[in-house]
C-alpha cells in the first residue's frame, strides 16, 4: 500500500478535496482531475499529472470487498509517497454494500485525501456483479451506502462534517481541520430518460432543506450512457441540465471529452483567458471557433473537468499543453525512477506520451510510430531509459516534435 514498508513514516493527507475547489476558484479556473483509469492511475502518473497542474488524481477502481480482506489487494492496488509534495489522492471504490464501503473507507482514509463511489463503470462483468453503472439502477443503495461510508469516518474522528451549517465562514469550514478531513463523493452516468438521473442524484445528494446537510462532497458526471461508446460525443444537453439544477447546491465535475483546454465542448467564466501552450513553434492558443469547432456551451455552475485518456497521452494537458512535451516525459521517468512500474507498464505510458495524442494537431508526436515499436521491443529500464536519452540527444537535447502523415 506504501512506497516504504514503514507505514509509521507515511504522512497523513492535510488538503480536504473541497478547498482545492475554493483555491481553484479563486484562481478564476476550473478544477482539474485525473480520472481512475484500471492500472494506469498508479503512483508515478499521479505524481506526473500533479507536477502539471492537475488538482486532484483518483486511484484505479478498487474493490471494496477484496480491498477489506486481502493484504495483497491493498498492496498492489494502492501505492503511496511517504516524502514529497502532497498528491491529493480520491481513492475509488468498486461496492454494494454499505458495511463493505465503509470499512474499505475506514481502512484507506489515513492515506487519501478522499473516497469515491464508482457508478459509472459500464463493463459488463461489473455491472453482473452490481457494481460501477449497475448502480445507477439502485440510487436507495447508493445513499445508503455513502451514508454509512460518512458515519463510519466520523466515527473514526475523520473530519467530515461539510454541510451547510458549517459553511457560514467558508465552503470548507473546518475541513482538513488538524489535517483530518476527508471527503466522500459519487461518480456516475446518466440514463436515456434524464428524468431518472435527476431522481437518482436527489436521493443519494439527500434532502439538504430537511437535515441540512448533504450526504456526498460533489459529483462527477460523465454525461454517457452506460451503452454509449467513448467514441459518440458527450450529451451537452444532459450535462447542462444537471449541472444547472445541482451545481448551485455542490460542485460538480463533468467527465468526458477533455482533450485539450484550448478545444473543450463547454465553457464556463471560469475558463476565460486561460492561457494554452504547445510543443510546435506556434505557442499562440487558438479559439475553438478559430478551429471551425461550434461554439462551446457555457455551463456557469461547472466546478471541475476530469480527463482520462487525454492525460494518458499528455499529462501536461492541464498546464496548457495541447500536445505532450519532453519536459512531462523527463518527470515521468524520474518518477518511476522513485516509485518502479512494471516494464510493460511503464513502456505503454511511455509509447502513449510519445505518441499523436488527442489535441488539435493529431499529427504531432514525440517519437515515430517505427520509433515506439522499437521502445515496446526493450527489455529492461536500463536499455528504455537508453533509447530515451539517445533519441532526445539526436533532436537537440530538448527533444522535437515528429510530424508524420
Request: hydrophobic share 40%; with cysteine.
Amino acid at each position: 500500500m506504501m512506497e516504504r514498508e514503514n507505514e509509521d513514516v507515511i504522512p497523513q493527507p492535510k488538503i480536504h478535496p473541497l478547498k482545492l475547489f475554493d483555491v481553484a476558484k479563486s484562481q478564476k479556473r476550473l478544477l482539474y482531475a485525473c480520472a481512475p483509469m484500471v492500472r494506469y492511475s498508479k503512483l508515478a502518473f499521479r505524481q506526473t499529472v500533479h507536477a502539471f497542474g492537475t488538482d486532484l488524481c483518483w486511484t484505479p477502481m478498487m474493490l471494496a470487498k477484496e480491498f477489506n480482506r486481502s493484504h495483497f489487494a491493498r498492496d498492489s492496488d494502492l501505492t503511496m509517497s511517504s516524502a514529497g509534495e502532497e498528491v491529493p489522492t480520491i481513492a475509488q471504490f468498486g461496492a454494494n454494500s454499505p458495511l463493505e464501503l465503509s470499512r474499505a473507507a475506514s481502512l484507506v482514509a489515513p492515506f487519501v485525501n478522499g473516497v469515491d463511489l464508482n457508478c459509472g463503470c459500464p463493463q459488463s462483468w461489473a455491472c453482473a456483479e452490481t457494481l460501477g453503472a449497475a448502480l445507477m439502477n439502485k440510487p436507495e443503495l447508493v445513499r445508503d451506502m455513502v451514508v454509512a461510508t460518512r458515519e463510519r469516518l466520523a466515527s473514526d474522528g475523520w473530519d467530515v462534517n461539510l454541510g451547510p451549517e458549517s459553511e457560514s465562514e467558508s465552503p470548507v469550514s473546518g475541513a482538513g481541520a488538524g489535517g483530518r478531513g476527508r471527503s466522500i463523493s459519487v461518480k456516475i452516468r446518466v440514463h436515456a430518460d434524464l428524468r431518472r438521473t435527476m431522481d437518482f442524484i436527489t436521493t443519494v445528494v439527500g434532502d439538504l432543506q430537511q437535515n441540512g446537510r448533504r450526504n456526498v462532497d460533489w459529483l462527477t458526471i460523465h454525461p454517457r450512457t452506460r451503452s454509449t461508446p467513448s467514441s459518440v460525443p458527450i450529451n451537452l444537453e444532459a450535462l447542462e441540465l444537471l449541472t444547472s439544477t445541482f451545481g448551485a447546491k455542490l460542485p460538480v465535475l463533468v467527465s468526458g471529452d477533455a482533450f485539450a483546454l484550448s478545444t473543450l465542448p463547454y465553457a464556463s467564466h471560469l475558463l476565460d483567458a486561460q492561457p494554452t501552450f504547445t510543443t510546435t513553434s506556434d505557442p499562440t492558443p487558438q479559439s475553438s471557433e478559430s478551429n471551425g469547432l461550434p461554439k462551446p456551451l457555457h455551463l456557469p455552475h461547472l466546478a471541475g473537468v476530469m480527463s482520462a485518456r487525454a492525460l494518458l497521452t499528455n499529462p501536461a494537458l492541464f498546464a496548457g499543453y495541447d500536445s505532450c512535451p519532453w519536459e512531462a516525459v523527463d518527470v515521468f521517468m524520474n518518477n518511476v525512477a522513485r516509485a518502479p512500474l512494471p516494464l510493460k507498464l511503464g513502456v505503454h505510458h511511455l509509447t502513449e506520451m510519445c505518441g499523436p495524442g488527442f489535441g488539435p494537431d493529431r499529427g504531432a508526436a514525440l517519437l515515430s510510430k517505427k520509433e515506439r515499436i522499437w521502445l515496446t521491443e526493450m527489455g529492461n529500464w536500463i536499455d528504455v531509459i537508453d533509447y530515451m536519452d539517445e533519441l532526445r540527444s539526436q533532436r537537440g537535447g530538448n527533444g522535437g516534435v515528429v510530424r508524420f502523415a
